[in-house]
């Protein structure tokens, strides 16, 4: 038989099974990394992530998640030019290609229907703007902190989260590292009594109000988007000085430190130790350079510099009418008694943020709770605001955590919220 007849035969064969309606099928292989075999992750299974604003401790929290076997980062967002060349770099060398999208505007990168999650990380004045603008175009959110400029957009972050449905993680990643979980569940246990008072550490205890620096010229959009860079914040003019990490607006107009940018995670630890996630205390009051402040419960936090022991950064302290305990990022724990320590677990020194992002990543897939999710992160928030609204007015205020308002205090209630620059009036 000729060539051209074995052809023929052959589509005559096909026509005819065709018409009888049968199926003919070849063999095939499936890789098995596809179906997740072989130490690979089924494409079905992957997290498809962006990032927004990957400077410093973005790059960190970035290294995380590439080491996760389950994502799959496909494009950075930055109004620097640099940090977006730098982050594709570090992506593409990862994943052996070039296929790492690059965006000056956020809005470009949250429009990507196949993008899950994103990782914010930009300077304080975007944060919880940026995590908003995320959870309304329908993508899970790891953010760092502070997470909010003030109390009324702290409310408003637990509102879109509660109202959206999507997965919220506040980068406060001591709530998953073991030492942090030890001390706080001795508090909650009741181990250690009755709690009473409960001390955190801030930043500083120097609130002030944000200011200008001397103007310089602009640079070109593909450098520095300056408008980006500011989005919320009040406009100012350009200066260098200002692109650094932690930009100059660290929460509410407020800066100088205060009880944020750490406090977010020692006084987030306190609010967790007391229970108090869902709320936030109702009295705040500068006192012998310290921040005070009550619980509608009765427990005491003293936001305090000094007085710890050298157990490290962002210290906590749990005192209950039967005992006491301190730790910090050393990872050692110290207690009123050698009995509270026995079976305190694994030493992990300083604040890795693998189990945080873990978490993250499996209430992604789950739609659970993750151990720092938009209500926690809201309220630990209002906290420190309120608590710079005592330390800038240098007196005592109350707030209703039901109401939230300070009851009868217009000069407090004005630091509440703030004007947003447009387009970004949320």
């Not at 502070?146 to 409310?155: E, M």
């Not at 100088?256 to 940018?261: A, Q, S």
Request: contains cysteine.
């Amino acid at each position: 038989m000729s060539q051209g007849q074995v052809l023929l035969s052959r589509r005559r064969l096909l026509k005819t099974a065709a018409k009888a309606g049968a199926v003919l099928t070849l063999p095939y292989v499936v890789p098995g990394a596809v179906l997740g075999k072989d130490g690979g992750v089924a494409p079905s299974e992957r997290i498809i992530l962006g990032g927004i604003g990957i400077g410093n401790r973005g790059t960190y929290d970035l290294g995380c998640f590439l080491h996760e076997p389950d994502v799959r980062f496909v494009a950075v967002c930055d109004v620097k030019g640099e940090r977006r060349k730098v982050v594709k770099e570090m992506v593409d060398n990862r994943y052996g290609n070039r296929d790492c999208a690059t965006y000056i505007d956020l809005r470009e990168l949250l429009a990507r229907r196949d993008i899950d999650a994103v990782l914010i990380a930009t300077g304080p004045s975007w944060h919880g703007t940026a995590a908003i603008l995320a959870a309304q175009a329908g993508k899970d959110v790891y953010c760092e902190k502070p997470c909010t400029r003030n109390i009324a957009q702290s409310l408003a972050l637990a509102q879109v989260f509660r109202r959206t449905g999507r997965v919220f993680q506040a980068g406060t990643q001591r709530r998953s590292l073991p030492n942090f979980v030890y001390a706080v569940e001795l508090a909650r246990s009741g181990r250690l009594g009755k709690l009473q008072t409960m001390y955190a550490h801030p930043m500083t205890l120097n609130v002030q109000s944000s200011g200008w620096l001397p103007a310089e010229p602009e640079r070109s959009r593909e450098d520095v988007d300056w408008d980006l860079y500011l989005g919320p914040a009040p406009w100012r003019p350009f200066n260098a000085k200002h692109l650094r990490s932690f930009d100059f607006e660290e929460g509410g107009g407020l800066v100088g430190g205060g009880c944020l940018p750490w406090g977010s995670h020692c006084v987030d630890l306190c609010q967790w130790a007391n229970d108090a996630d869902r709320t936030a205390p109702a009295e705040y009051e500068p006192k012998e350079g310290q921040l005070h402040a009550r619980y509608a419960n009765g427990v005491r936090l003293i936001i305090r510099m000094n007085g710890w022991l050298p157990l490290g950064s962002c210290p906590v302290r749990f005192e209950g009418d039967k005992g006491w305990v301190e730790t910090g990022d050393d990872a050692e724990l110290v207690a009123s008694s050698p009995a509270l320590l026995a079976g305190k677990g694994v030493k992990i020194p300083g604040y890795p943020a693998d189990f945080h992002i873990r978490n993250f990543l499996d209430c992604v897939k789950t739609r659970a709770r993750t151990r720092s999710d938009a209500e926690a992160t809201c309220y630990a928030h209002i906290a420190c605001h309120a608590a710079n609204i005592a330390l800038f007015l240098g007196r005592k205020v109350c707030y209703d955590p039901a109401q939230n308002e300070f009851p009868n205090d217009d000069e407090a209630n004005r630091l509440r919220s703030e004007a947003l620059r447009e387009p970004w009036r949320l």
